[in-house]
């Protein structure tokens, strides 16, 4: 997951873990949801987000985490709003706050107006309004804290839409995989069955260019080769012809040259 450390405002670390994973380096499915997954991002990213979680790659950011200035501050018996700005915009951030059992008096954050603070919090939306909803507010105490939290921003997306073009070239690898072992979909491309017969896919290739002619004569070398969707070597094709005649694929019928399919039906 993404720590929950932050050079500079509150502890050192942070950056990417893949124990983000299911511990077999890729994830089961193409899309991901942590409600542990914590990152550093930008108010913009936040303010262009149309769901009601903030997603990177296929990766679902269970708490969030922004650095700016808290331009305006409203306070309550209750709560506190903020408007939050960094250097891509603003946002409203909602701090409830709790009653102190030992003084009877509420613990405010000691962020004042146009002070730099980390914001810790959900995203939610509310009438197509995007806001934060915070766990913690924190005065930032050192301006190198900026930085880090524009690196850690940059790294989010990085390894997070890497890590989805891993998922999805995976994804992709086993299709074709699985469309190659089926040697173009079968009745699909030649009209005739699915059945393998235990055949390789070179030698399922050629007994499906010989399955297309419907002549009695068969069909000669030369036409077996031209129908062939992946072009091979002749000695290999006549290999594999005398491999399916003596396995009772084929068989030959006006000479040696020409061949028709045997009708198992």
Not at 158 to 168: G, P
Not at 197 to 219: D, H, I, M, T
Request: net charge negative; glycine share 10%.
């Amino acid at each position: 997951m993404w720590q929950n450390n932050d050079d500079g405002f509150g502890g050192g670390g942070g950056g990417f873990d893949s124990s983000v994973n299911d511990g077999q380096g890729t994830p089961a499915a193409p899309k991901k949801r942590s409600s542990d997954t914590i990152a550093h991002v930008s108010v913009r990213q936040i303010l262009e987000c149309k769901e009601d979680a903030l997603k990177i790659g296929n990766t679902e950011i269970g708490t969030i985490v922004i650095v700016g200035i808290a331009k305006n501050i409203e306070t309550s018996s209750v709560k506190i709003v903020y408007n939050v700005e960094d250097n891509s915009g603003s946002i409203s951030v909602m701090l409830w706050l709790n009653a102190d059992e030992n003084d009877g008096g509420n613990v405010l954050p000691d962020v004042a107006q146009n002070d730099y603070c980390t914001v810790y919090g959900k995203m939610r939306v509310q009438n197509g309004k995007q806001f934060i909803i915070a766990f913690s507010i924190k005065p930032v105490t050192d301006l190198k804290a900026l930085v880090v939290h524009k690196l850690k921003v940059a790294h989010t997306v990085f390894k997070l839409e890497r890590l989805a073009q891993q998922e999805n070239d995976q994804y992709s690898a086993t299709r074709m995989e699985s469309n190659d072992l089926m040697v173009g979909g079968g009745s699909n491309m030649f009209g005739g069955s699915d059945l393998n017969f235990g055949l390789n896919p070179q030698q399922l290739r050629v007994y499906k260019a010989v399955q297309q002619c419907k002549r009695e004569g068969g069909s000669s070398k030369d036409e077996i080769a031209s129908a062939l969707t992946v072009k091979m070597p002749k000695q290999e094709l006549e290999n594999i012809l005398e491999f399916l005649v003596t396995e009772g694929h084929i068989y030959t019928t006006q000479d040696d040259s020409h061949y028709l399919v045997t009708d198992f039906t």
